[in-house]
Every structure is written in C-alpha cells, then in structure tokens.
C-alpha cells in the first residue's frame, strides 16, 4: 500500500507537475467573472515561479548537500567481494520492445560497474532492480542489464539478479536475502550521488553493510554551482529528483525504513575515505 500511496501522491506533488496544475487552475478560474481577477493573479504568478525554478539554479542548492554527503570512493588496496548496482539507468519497456539496451541520464550507474567489474574480477555482481511503476508491463531491469553485460564479456557466473524490489527499501531487503553477506566482506553499493544517502540508510537497516560509490552527479564546484540553468526543462527535472529525494528520506525516516533522517559516512562500511 505504501508504494501505491507514495507513487501516486509523488506524481501530484512534483514540482514540475505541480506548478503548471496551479497555473492551469488559474486559467480556468479566470473564465469565471467573479474569479477572473484571482485567476489571472494565480497563473502570473505561477508562471513566474515556473521561470524562476527553472532557470535559478535553485535545484542546485536543493541537490547539493545529497550530493556532497559521500566523497567519491577512494581504491584503498582492500579486496572487493561484490558489486551491487541499483537500477534505475535503464529504461527496462523500451529496452524490451526495441531489443536492445536503452540508457537514460544516469547511465553512469552502469558504466561505473562495468570498469569496477573489470577492475575487481573476482567480486560477484548483484544487479538489484524490478519494475519501479504503478502499472507494471512485465519488464524489469535487472535482467535485461544482466543479459547486456553477458555480451560484453562478464562472466554469467558472477552476476546475481534481483528483480523483484519496486523501491530502494526492497533493493536492500531482497539484496540481503538473495546474499546474506558474510562478516568482514566487502559489497560496494553503485547508485546515483544524489540517492546515496537513502541507498545507504536502507542498507544499513536491512543489515547489509555497504561501501559507497556514487556515479552520475548532476551539480557542479566552485562558481559554477551559481550559474543559471541553459533551459526551463533541465532546472525543473532537476529539481524535481532533488526534491523527491528530500520527500523519500523524510518518508523512510517516518516509516522507519531508515534509522537516521539522513543517513551519512558513518552509516556505511567505506568509512569517509576520499579521493
């Protein structure tokens, strides 16, 4: 029930969708001779509060502090066991109805796994990824990315498939299952930058400790983190994972699927090594 909730309350409540809903209310109270004033008032100001999310580089201040709570992994010598990826880079009906693999923006996710599989030939890869929608087709992700690294040479033997989990909670629980990891072994967790730190909280719920390595960071250093956004587009899909990130680590927190609000370096085993 709670993921039915969450999906649908989430897709009222994205900023993006959101705000062009109250710009749009505001037109249609303008039809209205009594409303007229107040809806025309509404939509102005909606649709300056669209101009301004979009192109301040606000979603850059609301993803920054995700981004920031684990450094990038630093190689320190010590052996790797496994490898888990979180899904979410691929496009899993596309994929099965073109028949070949399609990547969206936070394909980083698989790439950063395939050179730590090569860079760590040992370790196992558990590919941790069902159907993430209300309305499922069949497709999952997990073994449609399993299948591409089969091509490109991965070793079948070393890759796990989970693809019963829907959200991040059911990542870690399944992840545990499927491995029950051992004491002292070392899992490195593959995920966005900005979803580390509820990947993390997760993980360290279901007792499965993990090594962060966050991909696909989509804010910059220095002056640039000031710099307005190119197009309305980019700063309101932006804002829209930041924000839905924030809404998720509350969410956990209150449900107790995490045990800190916002879980950080002493919450894994990676400790706060940098590079």
């Given at each position: ?31 209205f001779k009594r409303?007229r004033r107040l ?136 992840s545990q299952e ?98």
């Amino acid at each position: 029930m709670f993921y039915y909730v969450s999906k649908i309350a989430w897709f009222f409540t994205t900023p993006s969708n959101l705000l062009i809903s109250l710009i749009l209310l505001g037109l249609i109270l303008s039809l209205f001779k009594r409303m007229r004033r107040l809806g025309i008032g509404l939509s102005l100001a909606f649709t300056l509060a669209t101009v301004a999310l979009g192109l301040l580089p606000i979603a850059t201040y609301v993803l920054l502090p995700l981004e920031e709570r684990f450094p990038a992994f630093h190689d320190d010598g010590r052996p790797v066991d496994g490898i888990i990826l979180l899904g979410g880079a691929v496009e899993a009906s596309d994929s099965k109805a073109l028949g070949s693999i399609v990547a969206n923006e936070a394909a980083e996710r698989v790439l950063d796994t395939i050179q730590l599989a090569h860079r760590y030939p040992k370790a196992r890869i558990l590919i941790s990824s069902g159907a993430g929608t209300v309305f499922r087709d069949g497709a999952t992700e997990a073994p449609i990315i399993a299948d591409y690294f089969k091509t490109i040479g991965i070793d079948p033997a070393r890759i796990l498939i989970e693809d019963r989990s829907r959200t991040t909670a059911e990542n870690a629980a399944y992840s545990q299952e499927l491995v029950k990891p051992r004491e002292g072994e070392r899992w490195l967790l593959v995920t966005s930058a900005w979803h580390m730190p509820r990947a993390v909280g997760v993980f360290e719920k279901a007792a499965f400790p993990v090594t962060p390595y966050p991909v696909d960071f989509r804010t910059a250093r220095g002056l640039r983190t000031h710099l307005p956004f190119a197009s309305l587009s980019e700063g309101l899909r932006r804002l829209d994972i930041g924000t839905k990130e924030w809404v998720g680590l509350i969410g956990y927190y209150a449900t107790g699927r995490t045990a800190r609000l916002f879980p950080g370096p002493q919450d894994s085993a990676g400790g706060s090594a940098s590079r």
